[in-house]
């Protein structure tokens, strides 16, 4: 098994596991996802660990900054990915409440995130099921295990709010934006 400790929970869909460590970090993400709801950001949260040390929390700042790109893991990541790659690595993991898009996995690959978990799905524009084989060996190599976590529906409710708060910049994704 791939957890650090034996405390399993079951998810509302009864397909994922995670464990009591997994759930409070994402937590954490959750709550800068409520941060990032509070101060009119899209509500994505993201915290980065080392051997389950907390060392960074973002969220999405993409309204106040006026910059499209300003997401939760790309602000995190800029912030701790040279400690990331330093000696001795650990086993770092990426916690984030919406699936990551694809400009954040490339961010996690140059990063060497070895494992993203995800609270709410984003069968958009999500990247858990790209197939790294196709990426060529570099990418292939470094490309993270994704997988979901805790908070599903939490997340997306979040993000359904916001939404429908800002369907000019929103509606057409919101449209097709089904769990
Ligand atoms: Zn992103």
Known sequence: MLY?????IFSSNKKFMFSQIEENFMRVALNEAK???SRGDLPVGAVLTINDNLEGVGGNSAKTNRDWTSHAEISLLSRVSWKMKG?????????TTWEPCLMCTGASV???VDEIIYACPDPIGGMS???SSNL???????WP???????REESYNLLINYMKENEKHWG???KNFKR
């Open 4 to 8: 650090s400790n034996n405390l399993f």
């Open 35 to 37: 941060n990032c709801y």
């Open 87 to 95: 000696n001795p690595k650990g086993i770092s993991k990426l916690y």
């Open 110 to 112: 140059l990063s060497r």
């Open 129 to 131: 099921k790209v197939d």
């Open 136 to 142: 060529g060996y570099w990418n292939e190599k470094h």
């Open 145 to 151: 295990v994704f997988k979901e976590g805790p908070f």
């Open 172 to 174: 057409t994704f919101l």
